[in-house]
């Protein structure tokens, strides 16, 4: 078990271009979550998956934003067109359940010039 | 719509002494869980500890326990023993019946040597 892991680490972009971030999550969870989180605040909830399936998405989740996690496994968070206001960190979790605890990854760092 | 609140930004502690963390928060609901997680400084976020609303008994976790007041929907985190390693953000967290995590602004906590 290797935890969560996150791609890339770190990513800086111009404004209007579009990014993808990767994680994958522990192998044997089922629950996959996206949290975006500012500096000095706590993480927001975006998106969460159960398999392959997304059933929540928050409303700070804005139509350029798109999440997949095709055949359960790793998912990926696309932003289109990003903006200044996208800068934060995104941090992908995972869990067996919901009465089980979250493990995160160690985040994608978004910076938008 | 659940809230979690903690209104203390920063902490001090002494090493070797006794810190406590304040959170609140509001739902609705009587069956959900909540979790105290450490965010270390451009590190990720692991668990500190968890409870089950169903249980009256608070959890413990080595030196960390908590005072779980769910009438008064209050989750305090208590750090015995205070250690320089424990230095970090702390993040109340309320569980969703869908697994979601709800934050709080989170508690900077400094421990002096």
């Known amino acids: 078990d290797t935890g969560v892991s996150q791609d890339p680490r770190h990513k800086i972009t111009k404004r209007g271009q579009n990014v993808t971030f990767r994680c994958d999550p522990i192998s044997e969870h089922n629950r996959l979550y996206w949290y975006r989180q500012t500096l000095g605040q706590g993480p927001e909830f975006l998106t969460y998956?159960?398999?392959?399936?997304?059933?929540?998405k928050s409303r700070l989740l804005s139509d350029r934003f798109s999440a997949e996690r095709p055949k359960g496994s790793f998912s990926t968070l696309e932003i289109q067109r990003t903006e200044q206001g996208d800068s934060a960190m995104y941090l992908c979790a995972s869990s067996r359940g919901r009465e089980w605890e979250q493990f995160f990854g160690p985040g994608t760092r978004l910076t938008v010039l | 719509a659940q809230t979690v609140t903690q209104s203390q930004p920063e902490m001090s502690v002494q090493e070797a002494e006794t810190v406590t963390l304040s959170c609140t928060y509001d739902t609705s609901e009587s069956d959900y869980y909540l979790f105290w997680y450490k965010q270390p400084p451009s590190r990720q976020m692991i668990l500190v500890i968890r409870q089950e609303a169903y249980k009256q008994q608070n959890a413990t976790e080595n030196r960390f326990s908590v005072n779980f007041q769910k009438a008064a929907k209050s989750f305090s985190l208590k750090i015995s023993d205070s250690q320089l390693g424990d230095a970090a953000m702390y993040f109340c967290?309320?569980?969703?019946?869908?697994?979601?995590?709800?934050f709080g602004q989170g508690t900077t906590l400094q421990v002096k040597p």
């Open positions: 998956f159960q398999n392959e399936a997304q059933l929540e």
């Open positions: 967290a309320y569980s969703t019946n869908t697994g979601k995590l709800i």
